[in-house]
C-alpha cells in the first residue's frame, strides 16, 4: 500500500473517530493506484496488524478483510493522574468565594476574630453561640486559606458530585460545628481565639478516605500514600498532638472533632432526626401509662365503657 494513502487513513479515521460517526468495523477506503479497496481497522481480538505489532491493520476488501460479524473489540484500561477536584462545583465554589471575601474584610477589620472567632470563655460565659459556626470563615494568614482552600478543591468536589449540594453541605457543616463543640468542651478556659475551616476539611479528609480508600494522594506533595493510611496518619497526628501540644496555637482539637463528629453523622446520620424520634417515643409511653381500659359486660351499662 503507497504510504501516502496509509497516512491520508489514518488523519481520515481520527477525524471520524473525534466526530463519533465511524462505527467499531472501520471504514473503506478506495486505492487509485491499483484500483483496490482497502478497509482500515483498529485492533481486535482477531483482527490483522501490521508488523511489529502495531495496532491497526490494513486489509483489501476483496481478499475478506474482518469479518465485521464476528469481531469483538479489545477494550484497554489506562490510569492517568488527576490534579485537583477537577471542575469546581456550586458548594465548593459558594464556601471557596465567602471564605475569600471574609479573609480580606477581616484584613481591613482585624478585630472582628474576637467576635466572630471562637472563644470557648466567651461561648460558656456569655453564650456566643454563633461562634460555633463563624469561626470557620475567620484565617491566620494567606498561607492557612490557600491550603484550607485547596483542600477544600481538591477532595469537596468529588463529594459533592456524589452526594449532591445539600448533603455535602450539611456533612461539611457538622464537622465544622463538631470540631467545635469538641475544642470548647476540653478548653473552656482557652482565652485566644480559634479561627479557620479545618475541622471541616479534615471531615471531608475523612469522608473521601471512606468512600475512596484506595486512591493515591501525595503527602506533602512528595510522598504517595493510598487515601486510606493517608487519614489515618493525619487523625492520628491529631490525636497526639491534642494531648501533648495543648497550647501550640493549633487547634487539634477542632481538627479532630471535625473528623469525629463528620464519622458519627455518616454512620449514624442527622441526630436530630435521632432526637426527634426519641422524643416522639417518649411522648407515646408517657400517654400509654395515662390511659385506663375499663371492662364491663355487653348488658351491663352501670359503668362507663371507653370506645
Not at 445539600?166 to 467545635?180: I, N, P, Q, T
Amino acid at each position: 500500500m503507497p504510504p501516502e494513502l496509509v497516512e491520508n487513513m489514518i488523519e481520515r479515521y481520527s477525524e471520524l473517530r473525534h466526530n463519533q460517526v465511524i462505527s467499531n468495523t472501520g471504514f473503506e477506503s478506495p486505492c487509485s493506484t491499483k484500483g483496490e479497496s482497502y478497509r482500515f481497522s483498529p485492533l481486535w481480538s482477531n483482527g490483522p496488524r501490521l508488523h511489529g505489532g502495531n495496532p491497526i491493520g490494513f486489509v483489501p476488501a476483496s481478499r475478506g478483510g474482518v469479518s465485521i460479524e464476528s469481531i469483538r473489540p479489545m477494550y484497554y484500561q489506562t490510569q492517568r493522574m488527576m490534579i485537583g477536584g477537577g471542575s469546581i462545583t456550586p458548594a465548593v465554589k459558594g464556601l471557596l468565594i465567602t471564605n475569600v471575601c471574609v479573609f480580606l474584610f477581616q484584613h481591613f477589620q482585624p478585630q472582628i476574630v474576637f467576635i466572630f472567632g471562637l472563644l470557648p470563655f466567651l461561648v460558656w460565659g456569655k453564650l456566643y453561640i454563633w461562634q460555633l459556626f463563624t469561626y470557620q470563615f475567620l484565617h491566620g494568614g494567606i498561607f492557612h486559606l490557600l491550603f484550607n482552600m485547596l483542600a477544600l478543591w481538591m477532595f469537596g468536589c468529588d463529594l459533592e458530585r456524589r452526594w449532591g449540594t445539600h448533603f455535602f453541605l450539611r456533612y461539611y457543616f457538622v464537622s465544622v460545628v463538631g470540631g467545635a463543640i469538641l475544642n470548647t468542651v476540653f478548653l473552656p478556659g482557652q482565652i485566644a481565639p480559634s479561627i479557620g475551616a479545618s475541622a471541616g476539611i479534615y471531615g471531608i479528609l475523612l469522608a473521601y478516605g471512606l468512600i475512596y480508600p484506595n486512591r493515591t494522594v501525595y503527602f506533602y506533595f512528595f510522598f504517595p500514600l493510598k487515601m486510606k493510611h493517608f487519614v489515618i496518619i493525619i487523625g492520628l497526628i491529631s490525636l497526639y498532638s491534642s494531648i501533648t501540644t495543648i497550647h501550640s496555637g493549633i487547634a487539634h482539637l477542632a481538627h479532630l472533632g471535625g473528623m469525629v463528629f463528620g464519622y458519627i453523622y455518616l454512620r449514624w446520620g442527622n441526630p436530630w432526626v435521632w432526637a426527634r424520634i426519641y422524643l416522639d417515643q417518649y411522648s407515646l409511653a408517657r400517654r400509654k401509662r395515662r390511659l385506663r381500659i375499663i371492662t364491663a359486660n355487653k348488658d351491663d351499662d352501670s359503668k362507663p365503657t371507653l370506645h
